[in-house]
């Protein structure tokens, strides 16, 4: 049992798994399903400031969801200590490999490319733009549309939201650019 | 001739205030659990890998396509259903979602796209973030606090922004 749960969960586990927490959530508190809105919550929590957009009851509205969040991290812990991938490479396709090779990524151990994800890179351009600059955007990005995968992706799409396809949309437009014109000139 | 013409009596009494639910310490811990789950899930699948994400952007395999696609169809099954016949939260109440609103649209197309540059760069949106601080990997909580100053900064920049 643990050995079959240690393997790549297949998509058709995964996906229909992620897919309930949507009527799960919406059925215990009414809530949807949503995490880039902790981030805002976080700011009000912390460095508000004089704006009006971080001024808010964040634990009224937001509680439920950072206490989610705390549990995201708890799973990603336990996942990665009791069920641990049994082989060190976890198994991307071979075309993914042989086009990530030809950016001259080597190491395929692990969930990120020790490379570039390492804190000695965070002084190297690609290692600061792709870390920093990535974490900056995906923070920006997320709350100007107005949600993340999970918020536009999952939710929005399920519900038939116009605004979220287009979001999605955008997601993928700015993946492309990043996968075939950045990636090959930073690394 | 029946005799029962009595209507069930309406139950007026009110029910303990559940807006109070969410706040609760006790209410609390379903959160916590499902937050695990999903970040179990997260891991398993392998979602929360820079290699899925760049192997998704490269249309190198159908996984995340199969995990997003299947989500959103379970989900959406999910919603009719609530929609449909009305379904209440377990503790009685309407349930409503939020429309997204349209205003200009700017705000899906830039936001989208500056999201989507982020997300190929980093290789994680922000479930897998926090699911991957989690699982080792501390540097990404340089990333996390990065995206609470690109949040923060939105918020700052939001009234001279167009939506």
Redesign the interface.
């Known amino acids: 049992m643990i050995e079959m749960l240690s393997q790549t969960w297949p998509w058709y586990v995964a996906g229909p798994l992620i897919g309930l927490l949507v009527p799960l959530l919406l059925l215990i508190g009414g809530k949807q399903f949503g995490i880039s809105a902790n981030l805002r919550h976080m700011c009000a929590a912390t460095i508000p400031g004089q704006i009006e957009f971080l001024q808010y009851d964040w634990k009224k509205s937001g509680i439920w969801n950072l206490t989610f969040v705390a549990g995201v991290i708890i799973g990603g812990f336990l996942a990665a200590t009791l069920l641990p991938h049994p082989e060190a490479v976890i198994g991307i396709s071979e075309g993914a490999m042989a086009e990530l090779r030809t950016l001259g990524i080597t190491d395929f151990t692990g969930l990120l490319p020790a490379e570039i994800f390492n804190w000695s890179s965070l002084a190297t351009l690609p290692g600061f733009l792709m870390i920093v600059g990535g974490g900056f955007l995906v923070g920006f990005g997320a709350r100007y549309a107005g949600g993340c995968t999970s918020g536009h992706a999952i939710s929005g799409l399920a519900d038939m939201q116009f605004p979220s396809l287009v979001a999605v949309i955008g997601f993928f437009i700015g993946g492309l650019f990043v996968t075939y014109v950045l990636l090959p000139l930073l690394l | 001739m029946s005799t029962t013409t009595q209507q069930p009596t309406q139950t007026t009494q009110q029910a303990p205030s559940?807006s109070e639910?969410?706040?609760r310490p006790g209410?609390?811990l379903?959160?916590?659990?499902?937050?695990?789950?999903?970040?179990?899930?997260?891991?398993?699948?392998?979602?929360?890998?820079?290699?899925?994400?760049?192997?998704m952007?490269?249309f190198?395999?159908?996984?995340?396509?199969?995990?997003?696609?299947?989500?959103?169809?379970?989900?959406?099954a999910?919603?009719q259903?609530?929609k449909r016949f009305d379904?209440k939260?377990?503790?009685g109440?309407?349930?409503?979602?939020?429309?997204?609103?349209?205003g200009e649209?700017y705000?899906?197309?830039?936001?989208?796209?500056?999201?989507?540059?982020?997300?190929?760069?980093?290789?994680?949106?922000?479930?897998p973030?926090?699911?991957?601080?989690?699982?080792?990997?501390p540097?990404?909580l340089?990333?996390?606090?990065?995206?609470?100053?690109?949040?923060?900064?939105?918020?700052?920049l939001?009234?001279k922004?167009p939506h």
Do not use: D
Not at chain 2, 46 to 53: A, G, H, K, N, Q
Not at chain 2, 142 to 156: E, I, K, Q, R
């Open positions: 559940e639910f969410s706040i209410g609390l379903i959160y916590l659990l499902i937050g695990m789950f999903f970040g179990i899930i997260l891991v398993k699948s392998e979602v929360l890998s820079w290699f899925r994400i760049q192997e952007f490269r190198e395999s159908f996984h995340m396509y199969g995990i997003i696609g299947s989500a959103i169809a379970v989900a959406a999910s919603i259903i609530i379904v939260t377990f503790g109440e309407p349930i409503s979602i939020n429309p997204k609103v349209w649209g705000r899906y197309w830039i936001g989208g796209i500056l999201f989507g540059l982020g997300w190929a760069l980093l290789g994680a949106c922000p479930g973030m926090f699911a991957l601080i989690g699982a080792g990997y540097i990404i340089v990333a996390l606090f990065s995206a609470l100053l690109g949040t923060w900064a939105y918020s700052y939001r009234p922004l």
